[in-house]
């Protein structure tokens, strides 16, 4: 039961990361500039909204990517942690407190299959290991 679980959360954690990359990438450009137009009014200078705005949705995607096939599962875990802790300091700055929520179940479910990573099942991981 434990490992059915452990995919379960893998895959949901996966499919929202692999598709919010999925779905900006065709319109990288405009996605950048939706950003950095949320955050002209932070604290955060646009020399490091800019650059992230564009690493953001290949990052969103890698990972995503890599939790679906389930291959370098605990670093991508910790990679999407960090991007999820990433983006809820964003959040924080540009004051927008309905998405935090939403941030902090994404941390708390890759905190969790972090702690149950032993229990990863129906990866690639699990062949690389043999």
Do not use: C
């Not at 990288?28 to 200078?45: H, Q």
């Not at 909204?49 to 370098?72: C, Q």
């Not at 179940?105 to 991981?125: E, G, K, P, V, Y």
């Amino acid at each position: 039961m434990e490992t059915t679980s452990f995919l379960l959360i893998r895959l949901a954690i996966a499919i929202s990361m692999f598709g919010h990359g999925l779905v900006r990438l065709p319109k990288l450009t405009i996605f950048s500039n939706w950003m950095v137009g949320s955050f002209e009014n932070s604290i955060l200078p646009k020399i490091l909204v800019t650059p992230f705005s564009y690493i953001l949705p290949i990052a969103e995607f890698s990972i995503g990517l890599l939790l679906l096939l389930g291959l370098f599962t605990k670093p991508s875990l910790i990679a999407g942690g960090l991007i999820m802790l990433v983006l809820l300091f964003g959040t924080a700055m540009i004051e927008n407190w309905e998405a935090v929520p939403s941030q902090l179940i994404h941390i708390a479910f890759i905190a969790l299959l972090l702690n149950f990573i032993d229990s990863n099942s129906w990866a690639i991981d699990l062949f690389i290991k043999k």
